[in-house]
């Protein structure tokens, strides 16, 4: 099946704003096997969103629009496409009462009337719940077939709502065993791009003809395989075989899948081992915590941490040594060390976790320049410190500090003890 | 000047990235009253690269193009384009230098082989200096004065040369006089936005022919004016003129314009009076102080705090009584008042936050549903808190309670209690 995707929005065309949505619903529909063969961004006038639709529609006969359904005066795309149609717009009761009642019971008064023209409709057409706000999607369709699924522009609106309705009407639509381009993500950390490319030699370019794919980012570079010529009964088993060779090259550096995210794989690491965890942050001011607290039911294992930003703090509230400050300075293996060891003592958990660095951009120097971070884990009683010297500006650097210090974590479970791959020295 | 963008990557085509780079430069080049007329998206091979700019070029003559200079295996862009104008590559002996001490001088080690292809070039072009990554870009152009500029596709190396270089250089091409699209945008906190359209009344849809545009996120509702037909010596006065009336109807729930952070205002306002600065997170786990910590130079306010996660460190290490912990619950006005005077005399500074909240998706009661928050300021011993109900999901709630937070921080200082626009009995 093929389909065109118009986004609507001013933003959109002008920059304002960045189309999360367009990449969402690429991946999501090439995962079906729906192919995206077009993606058009318009403003938001009547005209240039009926143009852009109509257009679409006649060459595939099959479009999805987000954006153009909020509450506020920019919103013409229900009647402009229902015009497309020949359709008029009709109040629809059901969508104002629950709106009516949303907004009594989230916000205690009567809805808005700038917000009561969410429940006008098309005419015939098919109401797309919304779970997650209270703009619900429409779905027109005419008698040839031809169909236009309108979808919020908020991009956690329109992602559920692309799961509950349009995916498994699509899904129905869809003749069986044709291709579909799946993906599987390996997820690397504190190894840089290129050291991964040498690592994987040969594989570097591909791997059993699936396409392999360097993503850095601030958790560190996922390697992304990609089926794109299998039907949906043969691509996992053949990305399951290429992923098994990639982790052979690459080891312990891989520390999960897809979208595992390091902080809630140590979380279940902790509970399933039974372990409590506390955090001493300088650089990070409390970045490890909030990415551990991120994630539901955390409660079980952190108790808590302290944002040792002062010096004074770290020596009040840690017990860091005056001396290890004067002698080595806040950014030391000295001081980690007992960073982390007082978190662990003060909260009384089985794991502290120390994190010091020079986040930037001033406080470098060529001993210690920015970037440079010492991490420690104090895994009960027994402490390991490792040093990096992390890329990127202040915000990158501080966000690896933490990602640092959860795969330093990883690596205390596993007894391992590899060097960083950031830094030679590490 | 008429310009289309080419984004390159097979990523992008696929959703498997976000294309941020295009609404970065259509709005760079908007202000400077460049027309992006057209945006193309295609893969990482060679053929589709060459037939999208080649045809780009064709109709404009004018292209920006981004991604595909980068290490890995997939980059073909430099000798596509080239192919294009007729040219060759070679070895430039210069970014071959500058790589290799880029290297050793970041990494302790030598170039790998797999890095030294970026220091091929097309013949005969320009090069444009990459301040932030190892990829220079290219700027090519034939005698009709036909041009590609190549940039990088990560985002930061792509944007700093987008300002080092490009636009110095269009600049210089572009007519006087011209119309320019500029905008301005005034920041509000803790007011929904169809609130904010009430509030506006008749200046809801537009101010003086200027476009108002909602833009909710996590910090709140932006709300933008633009300006699209005047020419840039004119612009800002209107700007401002318009930007006046908006202020006038909205009030204080405006706390700043353009793309002010309000931890960063709040830590300039704390410096200006001489305070410092403590928090106590329960909810948030640390953000409030990783968003304050963010800012460089925070060090002079920020002393430090404490994530006090489980009840057991609320009471041990802010005293809160654990009488108000069984009476109330953790989330509670008795609660975070106690965390903030807690945090205020534990790290001894003028001001100390507490935060405590049900950030979900569990925990959630009827008298207490998910996302309602307490936050509590105390400043040199006069506390004053505050109960909101956030929507949105975990981060979302968790990411707006620590805005919540640095603005009762500012309501405090000016001694300002206006209720919280998410709920009418904040």
Known sequence: MNIEIVTIGDELLLGFTIDTNAAHLARELAALGVRIVRRATCGDDADS?????????????????????????????????????????????????????RWLKRFGHELPASNRQQAMVPEACTILPNRHGSAPGIWLE???QRWVAMLPGVPREMRGMLADTVIPHLRDRLPAGGPVIRARTLRTANIAESALADKLGKLARGVNGLSLAYLPGNDGVDLRLTSYTQPARETEATLTGAAQLVREKVGR??????????????????????????????????????????????????????IAYANAVKVRELGVAQGDLDEHGAVS?????????????????????GITGIAGPDGGTP??????????????????AVR????????????????LALDRLRRAFERDQDPVGWTARG
């Open 49 to 101: 969103i009926a143009t852009a639709v109509r257009e679409a529609l006649e060459r595939t006969g099959a479009v999805i629009t987000t954006g153009g359904l909020g509450p506020t005066a920019d919103d013409m795309t229900k009647p402009a496409i229902a015009s497309i149609f020949g359709r008029g717009m009709v109040l629809d009761a059901a969508i104002l009462q629950s709106l009516e009642e």
């Open 142 to 144: 005419d008698a040839q």
């Open 253 to 306: 550096f891989i520390y999960g899948e897809g979208d595992d995210d390091l902080a809630a794989l140590m979380l279940t690491e902790c509970a399933t081992r039974g372990l409590t965890l506390a955090v001493a942050e300088s650089c990070t001011g409390g970045m490890l915590g909030m990415r551990l607290t991120a994630v539901p039911g955390s409660s079980r294992v952190v108790q808590g941490g302290t």
């Open 333 to 353: 293996e000295p001081v980690a060390r007992a960073m982390a060891t007082g978190a662990r003592l003060r909260f009384g958990t089985n794991i502290g976790i």
């Open 367 to 384: 001993e210690k320049p920015v970037g440079t971070v010492w991490v420690a884990i104090d895994l009960d009683g027994e402490v390991r």
């Open 388 to 403: 990096a010297i992390l890329p990127g500006d202040r915000s990158e650097i501080r966000y690896r500090a933490a990602q």
